[in-house]
């Protein structure tokens, strides 16, 4: 049996559902509310010790770290395959899937505590909110994401080094155009795990209605996110699992804040 833990707006817990969505894959979900502090249960954080999600337990056996999980269910259930034939396309493929762990998933985090989730966690009040950040274990999505999330949600777009998270990102989404000229998919004529790590990294920047950031000038990401869009497995896993007024937060936050980041991005 197939558990997965995890929650409605985390990227990462929507990659590992895309992978199982892919692959037709029956699990049962045990849903964690990170917005409200659940991951730091101490029963939870005996399977994951970061206090984040996912976390996939496979008939017993417990696995974190969302790629390593994308992987472990490519191995154990083959088919349909999500790496490249060749080992020069699961190179490429890991290249992306790297990248996105080490460089672009903190700077999710920032960019979108930073536009929206600051203030959806304000609703827990001054205490609730105060026992929110103190409770983020020393090492959880970095080790720096203890005082870095306290401060972006105290200073939002004040935070110093905010310009960086969204540059960053825009780099990708430009790397991204490169390669697609390239290649149909990110690593190669199929598509594989690296399509699967970007897919909710463009989806969250979707859902903070900054889709500017390509449909504006990179029609290459465009024709990529249409195509990814229209597989059976995308809705369910990236959007049907995020709550409507999470949904609608993403929305209304990510819009107030889109001037603030074009200025950002033009700086
Ligand atoms: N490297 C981990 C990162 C997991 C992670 O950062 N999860 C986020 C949601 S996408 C989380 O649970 N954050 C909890 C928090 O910020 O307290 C993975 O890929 O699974």
Redesign the pocket.
């Known amino acids: 049996m197939l558990e997965l833990f995890h929650?409605g707006s985390?990227?990462?817990?929507a990659k590992v559902r895309l992978a199982l969505g892919e692959k037709r894959l029956e699990w049962k979900g045990h849903y964690i509310d990170?917005l409200k502090g659940e991951?730091f249960d101490p029963e939870y954080m005996k399977r994951n010790p970061?206090?984040?999600?996912?976390t996939l337990v496979h008939d017993g056996y417990t696995i974190?770290?969302?790629?390593v999980?994308c992987e472990y269910l490519d191995e154990i259930f083959p088919e349909p395959p999500l790496k490249p034939a060749d080992a020069r396309g699961r190179a490429e493929m890991r290249l992306w899937t790297k990248a996105v762990?080490e460089l672009l998933?903190p700077m999710c985090?920032e960019i979108t505590f930073a536009s929206s989730h600051r203030h959806t966690i304000a609703r827990l009040g001054p205490d609730g909110l105060a026992k929110f950040l103190a409770s983020?274990p020393p090492i959880?999505?970095t080790p720096e994401?203890h005082e870095r999330?306290k401060v972006i949600v105290t200073e939002g777009f004040k935070a110093p080094r905010i310009e960086r998270a969204f540059k960053l990102y825009d780099g990708f989404l430009a790397k991204m155009e490169g390669q697609l000229q390239q290649s149909p998919w990110l690593a190669g004529d199929t598509m594989s795990l690296a399509d699967i790590a970007m897919t909710p990294y463009v989806t969250r920047l979707d859902m903070l209605s900054m889709s500017e950031m390509w449909t504006a000038q990179r029609p290459r990401v465009t024709d990529w996110f249409e195509r990814i869009k229209a597989r059976p497995a995308y809705q369910p896993a990236l959007r049907d699992w995020c709550p409507p007024d999470l949904t609608n937060d993403l929305r209304t936050f990510g819009a107030q804040s889109w001037p603030e980041v074009k200025r950002l991005l033009a700086a």
């Open positions: 929650h985390s990227v990462c817990a990170i991951q970061k206090a984040v999600v996912p974190v770290e969302s790629t999980i762990d998933h985090a983020t959880s999505v994401w999330k």
